[in-house]
């Protein structure tokens, strides 16, 4: 499994990003994670390097099972967070078998087709418990070039861009339809707001895993 972030991972952790940004997605990450128990376990899902958000949740005093496609960025994330547990793989491919407290998809599931977000949306529903949180980015532009197409048409799947030289392929429909595949798999969203204007309008979500059981 080869991925485009194996060519850049040392060059992607070196990069400084700034402070205000950081404290901008810790301050979503702790969001989740408020009233959690100790040791309570969270899933990273498109986890990189750890740093910031992984290594932030486990200084927090909560486990971490970060997955990711890239290897060189997990041997980044092992070096950078050795509490955690790291798993080399495909997000769409993988199951989890036991449920997390919360999860994070933090500029991470865009970087898939988007055929594959609403199973996405699914499979995270399915791997935590009732009641808990989401943290995720929705890219904020539909990569149909043809707006007054269906919002379901995939014809166009994406559209690529570069970094440090290499080629990244980013995926995704307009912010609505990614809420309509949250809200279909079984969660409430409790903040949706655009958090970053300037790439292609950035959203940071926050939704709640329903109770199916209370909700009957």
């Given amino acids: 499994m080869h991925n485009s972030y194996d060519h850049i991972a040392e060059q992607w952790h070196a990069k400084v990003r700034g402070q205000i940004y950081v404290d901008r997605v810790l301050d979503y990450v702790d969001k989740i994670l408020e009233g959690l128990p100790p040791g309570a376990r969270v899933l990273d899902l498109g986890c990189g390097s750890g740093n910031p958000i992984a290594k932030h949740i486990v200084q927090k005093g909560f486990r971490v099972v970060g997955v990711d496609q890239s290897q060189k960025m997990l041997e980044i994330a092992r070096r950078e967070v050795p509490e955690a547990e790291f798993i080399h793989?495909?997000?769409?491919?993988?199951?989890?078998?036991?449920?997390?407290?919360?999860?994070?998809?933090?500029?991470?599931?865009?970087?898939?087709?988007?055929?594959?977000?609403?199973?996405?949306?699914?499979?995270?529903?399915?791997?935590?418990?009732?009641?808990?949180?989401?943290?995720?980015?929705?890219?904020?532009?539909?990569?149909?070039?043809?707006?007054?197409?269906?919002?379901?048409?995939?014809?166009?799947?994406?559209?690529?861009?570069?970094?440090?030289?290499?080629?990244?392929?980013?995926?995704?429909?307009?912010?609505?339809?990614?809420?309509?595949?949250?809200?279909?798999?079984?969660?409430?969203?409790?903040?949706?707001?655009?958090?970053?204007?300037?790439?292609?309008?950035?959203?940071?979500?926050?939704?709640?895993?329903?109770?199916?059981?209370r909700r009957e």
């Fill in 89 to 213: 793989a495909d997000m769409v491919e993988i199951e989890f078998g036991e449920k997390f407290a919360a999860a994070v998809a933090w500029d991470s599931i865009f970087h898939v087709e988007r055929r594959h977000h609403a199973a996405i949306s699914r499979k995270l529903a399915d791997s935590l418990e009732p009641g808990a949180r989401l943290l995720l980015s929705v890219g904020g532009s539909d990569a149909n070039p043809n707006p007054d197409g269906p919002a379901s048409d995939d014809s166009n799947e994406g559209f690529t861009s570069e970094m440090f030289g290499h080629t990244f392929f980013y995926s995704g429909y307009e912010p609505r339809v990614a809420r309509e595949f949250l809200e279909a798999a079984g969660f409430e969203i409790e903040l949706w707001e655009m958090d970053d204007p300037s790439s292609r309008g950035h959203i940071a979500a926050i939704a709640r895993r329903v109770d199916r059981r």
